[in-house]
Every structure is written in C-alpha cells, then in structure tokens.
C-alpha cells in the first residue's frame, strides 16, 4: 500500500510504498475511501518542517533547552547526532477518514467486514489503516455519500469543546474563528438549540452556516455590538476555535463574554490572559484535550479498553458516533465545506494549497480520494531500487521497526560497513516506511515467517516489544538464523529455557543487546582492573529519569518493567568487568507512593571471584543530572566513568579523559558482531547473559 509521511528536516511529503497492516485484536482493517487534510494542524507541521535550523530552534525554544542540557550530560557530539536522526525520521500525516472494514480482529463484535465507518486517531493519510475499535463509529448502510463523514475529527474535537464549555441548549455561543472547524462548531451548536455569533478578521460566512450574526473580530466596537444583540449581557460561552499566533482571540473572548461566562480553546493561539477582565466577570477558561476522553491514552487508543459510559458520556469514540449520528439524522450537514476533493496520488498538489497556495485558490475542506488498487493489499513489498547484497556483508532481515531500530539499529549498522539490508517484517505499515525510507531493505513484508526462509538473511535482527522477543529468538534460531536480539532476551524463566536449548542445539550464534560492554571506556577500565588481581566494588547510579506507568515499557505483561527492561545492561557492564561468574543478585524496591511503578531499586551482586556490585536504578532524579554514572573501587584506585563521555581516576594523582561524544559501544558491539559470524571472535557475553537473567528472574518471582 501507499502511505503519506512528512520529511520533517525539509517539510516536504512523501508516498512510500509499505505493507497493508494486518489485523490485530480489538482493532479493524479499513480500506480508506477519503481522508481530510487538516489546513490548520497539517500546515503547522509542514511550515515547521520547512524552516531551516535556526527558524525550528526559534520555533520550539523548550526542544532548544532540552537539547543543551543533554548536550551537558551526554556530550556535544552525540546530542546532535540524536538530534538529526529525529529530524530525520518520517511524520505519518492524517488523523481523520472513512472507509469500508475488511477484517475485523479478536474481540470486535460491533463491527463486521464491509461495514463503512468514520475513524479518527490511526486514520492516517494511507491506503489501509488499522485502528481500534474505540476509535471507530459504524455509518448507517442507507448512505450513499459518505465524503463529510471524513470530518468526524474535526466534529470530535468542535464537541469536546462544546462539551468542555459546559454549553446549555438556547445559550448564545461565541466562534472565534470561521475556518473548517469553526463552521463545523457553529453548525454543531445550532444543531443543539443555541444562537451562534461568528468572529474572524475576514468575512468567512457560508450560507450553509446559520449564525445570529458575524463580527469582523478586529473591529474595535466588537464588545459593543456583542451586547447590543445579547440583550445587553455579552454571550454565554466562547469557544475559540482559531489558528493565530496573536493573543487577539484570549482578548476578544474576554471582551464579549458576559459574567461568569466560560470560554474554551480548540484552537492554537497565544494564552496571555488579561487578570482584570477575567477578575472582574469572574470567567472560567478549559481547554479541550483534542476529541475527547481516551485521548493519547495507549489503554483507550492501542488496547481499545473503553471508558464506561456511566461515567463518561463522551468519549473520544463517542464523540465521533454523535458526529455520525447528526450527519446521518439530518440534524447537521457539512458536505458544502468540502471544497476539493484530490486523488490520493496527488496528495502533494493538496499540501501545496494549505501552504504556499500559489494559485490563490479558496478552500475550507480538503479530501484524499483513495481509488482502487489491487497492489495495495500486497503483504510483500520488494524494493528494486535497493541495493542488493554484497559479498561478505552480513544479510540482516529485521523484525520490528520501532524507534530504536530506526534511530540506533539500522544507522549504526550501516555506519561499520558490515552489514546489507535484506529484509523487513513488521505488522503495520507506518514503522516498515519509515525505516525504509532511511535505509532501503531488498523485501518488506508483514508476515515475519518471509524473513526466516529467507535464504539471503544470515543474521534476523528482533527489536519488537519485550514479550515478543523469546518466540522470534527460539524460531529464528530453528530456522537456522544467527540472531541479534535487543534486550531483554525474553520475560520469564521459561522462556529462557527455551532459548537456550534451542541456540544449544541450533549450532548458530545468538548475541542480546547489551551494548556497554563494548563501550572504549568500559574496556580502558577492564584493562586496568587486569593488572590489579585484587576484588573490586562496583557502584553504578542509574538515573534513569520518569516514565509513566501507562507506558508499555512498565506493563509487566507486556515489557516485563524496567528492571527487567533496562537494568539488565548494568548487570552485564559489572558482570564484563569482574569477569568472574556471577553468584547471587538481589533486588530491593523502595516504598514510595508518588513513585507506583517498580522502577525504583537497588540491585546487590556479588561475584566469584569476591568482588560485589550496587545498581541503584531510579526514576526519581533530575534530567538535568546525568543518566549514568560508575565508580570502581580497587586496589587503591578510584575510577570514575560519567556517563560514557568522561572518565576520571584517582590513585596517588587524579587525570581525567572527555569526550565530545558519548559512546555505550553500539558501534563496537556491531562490529564484534560481525567478527564472531566471520569467526574471527568468540561470543563469550551469551553466557553471562543466561546466568544474570535466569538469577533475575528468580529474584523478581
């Protein structure tokens, strides 16, 4: 299939071609029939991708901040490295369409194949889309025309803030604002029983837009004639629904409002509020969080586990079936506010329009035209244009295409030299494109089974969520693969059995992503701790900085938390140093009510050869602290790593090394990689990872 994404260094558009998404529980397969191209959401985005480096900084000054301050912690060079490789990565663009279902996934029992519905959220600018039920409303089968159903959007968030305004039928409501999704609003609200008073800089009524009146909301006598048609009182609520930079809008609403009127923002304006007017009428100001209740909440969106009704109304999904519901009932229409309609193919000619609009041509309501294309439901997607692989590089067919991968994985890979990327297996469209886009793979599929038998794949590369990992190591491993998986190697005791047995038997080799083993400061310190024969204490501090527990890193289910997750690289660090075997690990997690997760802990080890290690793993500092620190305790000496840019050493004098970039030895940890498979090395850090996680596993039961 084809899908639409931003290159946000430049701001131009793209369509790549991917694999159609393939079902998954509690979510449908829609084909998509029409899209709509937001002119105030989608130009922001585009307009910022366009700007040079400068006009972005100017733009998100708190990016800036955040970008000097990892500067400090984790070095100048790697800090803008991360920075390009941000830039860099595709935006998925849309969020709002209507299509037909053709496959419905465990646990939908609403909906059928064939079935048309409005879809918002994972509604992207793409061929087929694969969305939650929650996000998901069934259009009636007698209609015929379903172009204005694509809006329902932008009809979920003009009702989240009519909800949020708290508005009564028969109340005068204020729209400041008569864009796309200002008309929509107004046409809502007369749909309710209430007297709408329009505002803009220019004339924008239509004819299809019922209002008391219209205002030109710079026209200094505005307040003035708001009275004169409120009975002398000013409006009950005010809903803002412009796109400006200004802070005219925060200023007019307060203006025309009468006392203890509320106004609510759906737009994107400046919020500078003015105390005195607000003191003086006693206004309540909300701002509605897009379409409702369920809003960037990975429960509601990714699992599709529903609010009860009884206690939201309103929902994010409920929202879209109200919209639904006035289109289909006649109580609202808004098929007169689309005013192009673009195949899909000419989705470029669309962007242009909301930007530069050379041609000076007047719109409101923009549709993609998706039409017909067999190829579209394709599962395998080869890439001529990809450069097939050369002799003596390692052929890498990787499964999962998340950040990490994207961002880490594939650049630093193809930083060595090593490797060639042969093929691609995720199961939806938008991480294949986007790490394809990057780095071109021979073969994209959603069927990971293609990657297996795939004669020209020597190492599969597993960089899916946690629970997953064990099942693609075991059959990789079966199929004769030599396998890279980024940590953790599995969840559970038993899945480790598993793996193990099958690498014993598979005569293949299986490396865990444990990279700061290989980092040149780490190996300055294992050199040194050579020539000291005496046991050593490890204290590690791990900073590791606050997630929230709606994150799926933190369900246990599903990314086994963060102990599990991410504490297993220190293990390994001080297991590499002390080279002994390791004899025991504890775990102790603090008691703290703020902090619910279990992400804050001091993990003990101790060693062979007598030596013992402290990990304290926190969520509980500063961003503004560095994210690692390691002292080593031998011999008379002191050696102190900071966060994988500094080292410094104390003995009789103290001599310190910086680094301008920080390195955990991804790189190095690719290129041993390489030497193993070549058999120039032996893989020695499989075995240290089987005895840290099985006495884990054995400590968090």
């Known amino acids: 299939m ?16 991917t694999p159609a998404p393939t079902v998954k529980s509690n979510c449908v397969i829609v084909e998509t029939k029409y899209s709509v191209v937001s002119a105030g959401t989608e130009r922001s985005l585009t307009s910022f991708g366009g700007k040079n480096l400068i006009g972005k900084a100017m733009e998100r000054p708190d ?12 070095g100048i060079l790697s800090t803008v490295d991360a920075a390009f490789n941000r830039l860099s990565d595709p935006m998925p663009m849309g969020y709002s369409a209507v299509g037909t279902v053709t496959a419905c996934g465990r646990g939908v029992t609403e909906l059928a194949a064939g079935d048309t519905v409005a879809m918002v959220g994972q509604a992207y600018h793409a061929e087929v889309n694969r969305v939650a039920k929650t996000m998901v409303a069934k259009i009636p089968n007698t209609v015929t025309d379903i172009k204005q159903y694509s809006m329902c959007a932008l009809g979920g968030i003009a009702l989240q803030g009519i909800h949020q305004a708290n508005v009564v039928a028969g109340e005068t409501v204020a729209v400041i604002g008569l864009g796309l999704i200002g008309h929509i609003t107004a046409r809502i609200l007369n749909a309710y029983g209430c007297d709408v008073i329009a505002y803009d800089v220019v004339d924008k009524t239509l004819p299809g837009t019922r209002l008391k009146a219209f205002i030109r909301s710079d026209d200094a006598n505005a307040g003035d004639v708001t009275r004169g048609l409120t009975h002398g009182r000013g409006v009950d609520k005010v809903i803002i629904t412009a796109a400006t930079n200004s802070n005219a809008p925060m200023d007019l609403a307060a203006e025309i409002a009468r006392d203890r009127a509320t106004i609510c923002m759906i737009g994107v304006t400046q919020m500078n509020i003015d105390r005195r007017p607000y003191y003086k009428k006693e206004l309540s100001f909300t701002i509605a969080r897009s379409y409702g209740p369920g809003r960037y909440e990975p429960s509601y969106e990714e699992q599709a586990v529903d609010y009860p009704i009884g206690h939201v109304r309103f929902t994010e999904g409920r929202n879209v079936e109200e919209f639904v519901r006035l289109i289909s009932e006649r109580r609202a229409d808004f098929s007169d506010l689309i005013t192009h309609v673009i195949p899909f193919e000419e989705a470029a000619r669309a962007y242009e329009m909301i930007t530069t609009n050379a041609n000076h041509e007047r719109y409101i ?12 439901w394709d599962s395998t997607v080869v890439h001529a244009e990809a450069k097939s692989k050369k002799e003596g590089l390692i052929g890498v067919g990787l499964i999962g295409a998340g950040g990490f991968a994207r961002t880490t994985i594939l650049p630093t890979m193809q930083a060595t030299g090593r490797y ?12 294949a494109a986007q790490a394809n886009d990057g780095h071109p793979f021979e073969v994209i599929t959603n069927d990971y089974t293609q990657v297996l038998k795939d004669d ?21 491993l079966n199929a004769g693969k030599h396998v890279y998986c980024e940590k953790p ?10 793996i193990e047995k099958a690498y014993r038997a598979s005569g293949k080799e299986l490396f865990c992503g ?7 400061l780490i190996g300055q310190i294992k050199r040194e701790l050579a020539t000291d024969k005496t046991p050593a204490v490890y204290d590690y501090i791990v900073n590791a900085g606050f997630i929230p527990e709606t994150h799926w890193t933190q369900d246990e289910s599903v990314g086994g938390g963060r102990i599990i997750g991410e504490a297993c690289h220190f293990i390994d660090t001080i297991q590499y140093l002390d080279g002994s075997r390791l004899t025991d690990l504890r775990v102790t997690y603090a008691q703290n009510s ?3 997760c279990k992400d804050n802990a001091l993990i003990t080890l101790r060693f062979e050869s007598g030596a013992i290690g402290n990990i304290v793993y926190t969520s509980m500092g500063s961003k503004k602290y560095p994210k690692e620190q390691l002292r080593v305790f031998s011999n008379g000496m002191v050696r102190e790593l900071n966060n994988y840019v500094g080292l410094a050493k104390y003995g009789s004098a103290k001599t310190q090394k910086i680094k301008l970039r920080q390195d955990k030895g991804i790189r190095a940890e690719y290129e041993h990689i390489a030497a193993v498979l070549a058999g120039k090395e032996t893989n020695f850090a499989i075995e240290d990872a089987f005895v840290a996680f099985e006495l884990l596993f054995s400590r968090l039961k």
């Open 514 to 520: 444990m990279n700061r083993r290989y980092a040149p």
């Open 456 to 476: 020209k794949v020597d190492l599969v590369v597993v960089s899916t969520n946690h629970n997953s990992h064990a099942k693609f190591v075991v059959e990789a």
């Open 594 to 596: 703020a902090y619910p």
């Open 365 to 376: 309501g923009i549709l993609l035209e998706y039409n017909h294309r067999e190829e579209k």
């Open 2 to 17: 084809k899908q639409l994404f931003l290159m946000v260094n430049d701001g131009s558009v793209k369509l790549i071609d």
């Open 420 to 431: 060639s990327f042969r093929a691609l297996a995720t199961t939806g469209g938008i991480g």
């Open 63 to 74: 990016q800036v901040a955040q970008v000097l301050d990892k500067m400090a912690t984790d």
């Open 489 to 498: 190697l599995c969840l559970t005791v038993e899945e480790l059995a598993e």
